[in-house]
């Protein structure tokens, strides 16, 4: 998928500036998504570690960050007593030609946080996972993730102090489950489109700390009744 970087980083930026946005009950306050996307980037773009979790695509997560994370501007809220976690679904339908070659590749993501701290501007936890295909899909979470391998997941859990130092937890156990996925509103053209929807479905994770495996956590959050979500479908001659 790293090959597909840059054609489609140039229609990404495109449709990005054709969404002027709306008021929405979920969209998602500035301060709080740069939190995110720094933990994110502090996990995996300056630690190899995580980096290598995905077997043959180690830019995978550069791709997602330039083509999907600038669309994620709606979360969906999940009280749970009296902390809150947002979530938003990530789904990737791609086929597609470049030089010659047939590129397909279908994946599901589930990016969840919470605990910003509006003062330091950093996030105390932050859940990124991993499936192949996209929704219905009944994932077991591991260690490591290979693109179109049905069955298989992988999770991570990232966790920011005050100070904006990050600790990571790479899955040992757990599952992803999607349901069923529906969108709508949809932008971009032929080759490149970015629609918004729903995901519903649920995951567990149990993940031990990297690199030493010294600590485990585990968390579970159940988004069956529905979360925000947004499909990037890629389609023709690159």
Same mark, same amino acid.
């Given at each position: ?91 990737? %339908?791609?086929?597609? +030609?470049?030089? *010659?070659?047939?590129?397909?590749? /279908?994946? &599901? @993501? !589930? ?36 693109? %179109?391998?049905?069955? +298989?997941?992988? *999770?991570?859990?990232?966790?920011? /102090?005050? &100070? @904006? !130092? ?51 956590? &585990?968390? !579970? ?18």
């Amino acid at each position: 998928m790293r090959k597909l970087l840059f054609p489609l980083l140039v229609a990404g930026a495109a449709v990005a500036c054709s969404d002027a946005g709306s008021v929405d009950p979920d969209a998602i306050p500035q301060g709080q998504i740069i939190a995110v996307r720094a933990a994110l980037d502090s996990a995996f773009l300056r630690d190899i570690t995580l980096d290598s979790a995905f077997v043959g695509d180690s830019g995978l997560y550069a791709l997602m960050s330039v083509l999907v994370f600038p669309f994620i501007d709606r979360a969906t809220r999940i009280p749970a007593g009296s902390d809150t976690t947002r979530v938003v679904g990530i789904e990737f %339908d791609i086929d597609a +030609t470049q030089n *010659g070659a047939h590129v397909t590749s /279908n994946l &599901s @993501a !589930v990016l969840a946080w919470k605990g910003f701290d509006s003062t330091s501007g950093t996030m105390d936890t932050v859940f990124f996972l991993l499936g192949a295909g996209r929704a219905p899909i009944s994932d077991s979470l591991w260690s490591r993730f290979t693109l %179109d391998t049905t069955g +298989t997941g992988t *999770g991570f859990v990232i966790h920011q /102090n005050a &100070s @904006a !130092v990050t600790t990571k937890w790479l899955s040992r156990a757990g599952h992803l489950h999607t349901t069923s996925s529906s969108y709508s509103s949809t932008q971009g053209n032929a080759t490149f489109s970015v629609s918004r929807g729903m995901l519903n479905g649920d995951f567990t994770i149990t993940a031990k700390s990297v690199p030493d495996s010294a600590t485990t956590v &585990s968390s !579970v959050l159940d988004f069956g009744s529905g979360a925000r979500a947004i499909k990037v479908k890629i389609r023709g001659s690159l």
